[in-house]
């Protein structure tokens, strides 16, 4: 290329910066990048808040488990990579003191612990609780419930094992104590300097040890790879995702939606640029044809105009990514007080995939119009009708579409996600696009009678159907991905609320004898207004599918090996849970007898193990064997605080064997005493307290919403300047008409009312398309990316006024020149 064609293009550039598509490409394209920029931001970061929040629930960024502990050379690994590294072992112990004895579960911890969160003790039983920094050696904290039990009060000495331990406080908040349900008995946290003095650990004790570390996550993601490498067979590394399904929930559902606004951001981006480079090709084609007189080839043309958009695009992209990045500091600083401290900064990489979107939307939907331009042909000086189009448009377009889907991937990762956005988006401009053109024109009939502000606004559509047509799919795509982000907003929102009530089971029962089970039934009644059934548990090991031994078919560090490495809690119903949803298969009522009893099972442990209806499973259970016939598979909602269960058995199965009872039930905050009543009526029973994951839960829980909110705003604000960008970008021409019909003698009434008929007429069409394609989106969304309930939503049919508002206003500021100007300078400047 001839390097005198760059300052060539820069002047021009400068002199063409007085032009209205220039200027709307800059700023469409600032708006795009810096929307897009300030959305990665936010979802970068807030993700990055909500997983060092969801990092409390394992008292640490990473955890290192096992039933014996790790290898030296796994610990020296991490301590080389300088990351914070404290040591946890976990197992149950019988607490003796003068007045009894009782079941605990017993934590020895390192004078590190916790690394994330906060451990919380109170002076007292049931005083107020203070951040604190873990007991002493010597010393030990235990839980209210265990100095009710043994009638105990700080100062007394209990003894763990071999060892004699002061209480010197009571334990009230342990960070990481939410990661497993069931290993929530009464707890006692000792110093972990004192465990080899109490004798408790020996060769072939229960007993889990876990290596609790935290820094950046690189270097955690380094050192997982290095453990990953040579972890022993019982060992599992565990992260914020892993360790809590209800965790695991909300941040995923966080960041499908927050991608998919990035994704709505990046069709905005589309749309904006290609009006705008549209317009900006169409009005150059004469001066290509003037290059082309004075001796520019056809390449030289082509690079001198795209030297101009390479200019103008990387100016913009910049100035758009700085703006993005301003936007969210301003919105996490006023947001400081809502979002917990140590915010991470996000990096880079939003800014530069802003950058990205905006650079390939303007390759890509300026290519085809930019190609036009080198081929002008000469004559064109002489004849104005000559409008070159490069059989290879389509090509390109095509090209820029695959380069837009593929950021869209690269921005969320999930290609559901990305056809479903695309694929409802195109089947529903071509389904809509094709029946606009039928009913542009069929309005050419009804045109003749109608009254002269309708023929002046409707001409303008008739004259140009084509281009018309396109013009209500971009402002409809517009208000479609607006009405989708609100449509997905309210309803994620309201997932989320009807996931976790405000009463939510925040206690669970275990071990709850057969001979108290009515007893125990009806003290819950009178305590709790929202107690659940009580389920039969009795434990067992899945041992063979169809004949074969379950370990031989199992893949490693599945759901599946986990969950038959162990026992399972097994149990029978005659109803099915509430919070299961039949898969596949028949429940007990409708079920045909056959030779075996039935068994229901999760269906992702079933994908697992590759269950189908009809295999036979065998289960040991206290060494005897029990065969059972898979008669159906459920979905199992796991987000709930209720006990749920991988296998319930047809009642009959397993009546005949040892059994105790589980429920989950709600206590109103500040019920201390009367769940130590509880333990004392029902000394056998184990209560554990899960009210701290819940606050935590619903912590998280309100940043997503948080998320959401914002991230509406930023796209609702995109939506708008995208709207008034493309206006803008095609309003030349109604100006050149209304200065030519004022010149005539047209009132200026006459005008208005055209451009109110006009504008009206194009914003309701476009509110139309936007309700069938939100609905069509919606729909493909909910079925294939966001497992969810998809159901009509008659309030979309609100779009058409709306759009008929939007756009009917920002048509009438954007030609208020040629209402207002004199006609002569109007046509001077266009």
């Known amino acids: 290329m001839n390097p005198r064609l760059l300052p060539l293009a820069w002047r021009q550039l400068l002199r063409e910066t007085r032009a209205g598509e220039v200027r709307v490409l800059f700023f469409a394209l600032l708006i795009a990048v810096a929307a897009s920029t300030a959305i990665g931001y936010f979802s970068a970061r807030l993700n990055g808040a909500m997983l060092l929040r969801a990092t409390e629930f394992l008292g640490a960024d990473l955890v290192l488990s096992g039933s014996s502990p790790a290898a030296s050379e796994q610990i020296e690994a991490g301590k080389r990579l300088g990351l914070a590294h404290a040591q946890v072992v976990e197992f149950s112990s019988v607490i003796a003191t003068d007045q009894g004895i009782q079941l605990a579960s017993v934590k020895a911890a390192s004078s590190r612990y916790p690394l994330r969160g906060?451990?919380?003790?109170?002076?007292?039983?049931?005083?107020?609780?203070?951040?604190?920094?873990?007991?002493?050696?010597?010393?030990?904290?235990?839980?209210?419930?265990?100095?009710?039990?043994?009638?105990?009060?700080?100062?007394?000495?209990?003894?763990?094992?071999?060892?004699?331990?002061?209480?010197?406080?009571?334990?009230?908040?342990?960070?990481?104590?939410?990661?497993?349900?069931?290993?929530?008995?009464?707890?006692?946290?000792?110093?972990?300097?004192?465990?080899?003095?109490?004798?408790?650990?020996?060769?072939?004790?229960?007993v889990r040890f876990r290596e609790l570390w935290r820094g950046d996550a690189q270097l955690l993601a380094e050192y997982r790879k290095i453990v990953e490498d040579g972890a022993a067979p019982h060992q599992r590394l565990e992260d914020a995702r892993d360790g809590n399904r209800q965790i695991g929930g909300a941040l995923g559902r966080a960041e499908r939606y927050l991608n998919l606004a990035s994704l709505a951001a990046v069709l905005l981006a589309g749309v904006a640029v290609a009006l705008s480079a549209s317009r900006f090709a169409v009005r150059h084609f004469d001066t290509g044809a003037l290059l082309r007189c004075f001796g520019l080839s056809r390449r030289q043309t082509l690079g001198l105009f795209g030297l101009q958009l390479a200019i103008l695009g990387l100016l913009a992209c910049l100035c758009g990514a700085l703006l993005g990045w301003l936007g969210q500091l301003v919105l996490f600083q006023l947001l400081q007080g809502l979002l917990p401290p140590g915010v991470p900064a996000g990096g880079l990489t939003p800014a530069l995939a802003g950058i990205a979107v905006g650079l390939v939307a303007l390759a890509g939907f300026a290519l085809p119009p930019l190609a036009a331009l080198g081929r002008v042909p000469p004559l064109r000086v002489l004849r104005r009708d000559l409008l070159p189009v490069p059989p290879s448009s389509w090509l390109v377009y095509g090209a820029a579409l695959l380069a837009l889907a593929l950021i869209m991937w690269r921005l969320s990762l999930d290609w559901k996600l990305t056809l479903a956005l695309l694929g409802g988006g195109l089947i529903a401009t071509l389904l809509l696009g094709g029946l606009l053109l039928l009913a542009l024109k069929g309005l050419r009939q009804l045109l003749a009678r109608a009254a002269l502000p309708w023929r002046l606004g409707l001409g303008q559509l008739l004259r140009h159907p084509l281009a018309a047509a396109g013009q209500s799919l971009a402002f409809g795509l517009i208000l479609m991905a607006m009405a989708l982000i609100a449509l997905l907003r309210g309803e994620l929102l309201d997932t989320w609320q009807n996931q976790l009530p405000e009463q939510a089971p925040n206690h669970f029962a275990l071990n709850v004898l057969p001979g108290e089970k009515d007893a125990f039934a009806a003290r819950l009644e009178d305590l709790s207004t929202h107690a659940l059934p009580l389920y039969p548990i009795v434990a067992g090991r899945l041992t063979l599918i169809n004949g074969e031994p379950v370990q031989g078919i199992v893949s490693k560090e599945s759901q599946g090996e986990r969950a038959v490495s162990r026992d399972l809690s097994l149990t029978w119903s005659q109803d099915l849970p509430e919070g299961n949803t039949l898969l596949t298969g028949q429940w007990w009522q409708s079920a045909q007898t056959e030779q075996l009893p039935g068994v229901s099972v999760e269906s992702k442990l079933a994908e697992s193990l590759g269950l189908q209806l009809g295999d036979r499973l065998t289960f040991n259970v206290g060494g005897i064997e029990r065969e059972a016939q898979v008669s159906s598979l459920r979905k199992v909602e796991w987000d709930s605080f209720q006990p749920n269960f991988y296998m319930i058995f047809q009642p009959g199965t397993l009546q005949d064997l040892p059994a105790t009872y589980l429920t989950s039930f709600y206590l109103p905050p500040q019920s201390e005493r009367q769940l130590v009543e509880l333990a004392r009526e029902f000394p056998a029973v184990t209560l554990l307290q899960v009210e701290a994951l819940l606050e935590q839960l619903r912590s998280i829980m309100a940043q997503v919403s948080l998320a959401v909110e914002y991230v509406l705003l930023f796209v609702l604000a995109a939506g708008i300047a995208v709207l008034l960008a493309g206006l803008q970008a095609t309003l030349d021409e109604r100006l050149r008409q209304g200065a030519l019909l004022r010149a005539l003698g047209a009132e200026r009434r006459l005008l208005l009312k055209a451009r109110r008929t006009e504008f009206g007429l194009l914003g309701a069409v476009s509110g139309l398309l936007a309700a069938l394609g939100c609905e069509l989106a919606s729909f493909l969304l909910y079925r294939y990316a966001l497992d969810l309930q998809w159901q009509p939503h008659p309030w979309l049919l609100v779009l058409p006024l709306i759009g008929a508002l939007l756009v009917g206003a920002a048509g009438l500021w954007g030609t208020r020149k040629a209402l207002n100007a004199s006609p002569l300078t109007v046509l001077r400047e266009v």
Not at 143 to 170: C, H, M, Q, W, Y
């Open 118 to 206: 906060e451990l919380k003790s109170a002076a007292e039983p049931y005083a107020a609780e203070q951040v604190s920094s873990g007991p002493q050696p010597g010393e030990a904290w235990a839980e209210a419930r265990l100095f009710a039990a043994l009638n105990l009060k700080v100062g007394d000495t209990i003894e763990v094992g071999n060892l004699p331990l002061r209480l010197s406080r009571v334990l009230t908040h342990e960070p990481d104590r939410a990661g497993d349900f069931y290993s929530l008995t009464p707890r006692v946290l000792m110093h972990l300097d004192d465990l080899e003095a109490t004798g408790v650990v020996q060769p072939g004790s229960r």
